[in-house]
């Protein structure tokens, strides 16, 4: 069965800093990964997935998360944080199209003026 | 907009109340889900209804009743909650079962 590790339950950078959120999977099939956003008080919006094509992913508001299958891992990363950033986020992974969708336990990013 | 609305955003509800989150998706998708967040744990998943009908159900307490019309609607009937329960559900809509999932803003309950 798939799970999802993502390394440090609280992450904070400060506004302009590189953001880097790490997420490691295990699957016993190629997977398909996924980042998700959630602000306070909202639902999860997708921020980025992988599905077998290029391993250097581009999302929405300038994340990007590379596929490295000898590490297990699909690290997010952003070059300048922005406040608007804050936020937690979800790492998760299928056993491909139609399988079930694991969670990581998520990683709060704190961003300090 | 995600495409996902769920009602209400908020709930208080006594232990002996019997009340129902409601979740309307536009996006034309085939499956949709309810999920439990609650504070420092993982997102659970409660169950999967595809073309209305329910192909999976992860061992949730039958006093959360899942109903699906149609594929547009969601619905989660509860009764005689624990305040155990209190936590934000979220509502999710796929293509297909276990597809990339477009989520509600969610229905904070508290139960009291």
């Known amino acids: 069965a798939q799970s999802v590790t993502q390394l440090g339950s609280h992450v904070s950078v400060s506004e302009g800093a590189l953001v880097l959120l790490r997420c490691n999977y295990s699957?016993?099939?190629?997977?398909?990964l996924f980042w998700y956003v959630q602000y306070p008080n909202q639902g999860l919006q997708l921020l980025l997935k992988?599905?077998?094509?290029?391993?250097l992913v581009k999302g929405i508001n300038g994340f990007e998360a590379e596929f490295k299958k000898s590490e297990t891992s699909f690290h997010l990363t952003k070059p300048s944080a922005h406040m608007s950033d804050a936020a937690e986020y979800f790492c998760?992974?299928?056993?491909?199209?139609?399988?079930?969708?694991?969670f990581g336990a998520g990683t709060i990013l704190r961003v300090k003026s | 907009e995600t495409g996902v609305t769920q009602t209400p955003r908020h709930l208080v509800m006594g232990m002996t109340n019997k009340k129902s989150l409601k979740c309307e998706q536009h996006?034309?998708?085939?499956?949709m889900y309810w999920y439990k967040q609650s504070a420092k744990k993982p997102l659970e998943l409660m169950f999967v209804?595809?073309?209305?009908?329910?192909?999976e159900n992860n061992s949730v307490p039958s006093r959360f009743s899942p109903e699906c019309p149609n594929s547009s609607h969601l619905f989660l009937h509860l009764h005689t909650l624990q305040p155990e329960d209190s936590a934000l559900y979220l509502c999710?809509?796929?293509?297909?079962?276990?597809?990339?999932?477009?989520f509600g803003q969610g229905t904070r309950l508290t139960v009291v």
């Open positions: 999710a809509s796929s293509l297909e079962p276990n597809t990339e999932a477009f």
């Open positions: 699957s016993s099939v190629p997977p398909y």
């Open positions: 992988y599905t077998s094509a290029a391993t």
């Open positions: 998760a992974v299928s056993e491909g199209y139609g399988n079930k969708l694991v």
């Open positions: 996006l034309g998708h085939n499956a």
């Open positions: 209804y595809s073309l209305e009908e329910r192909v």
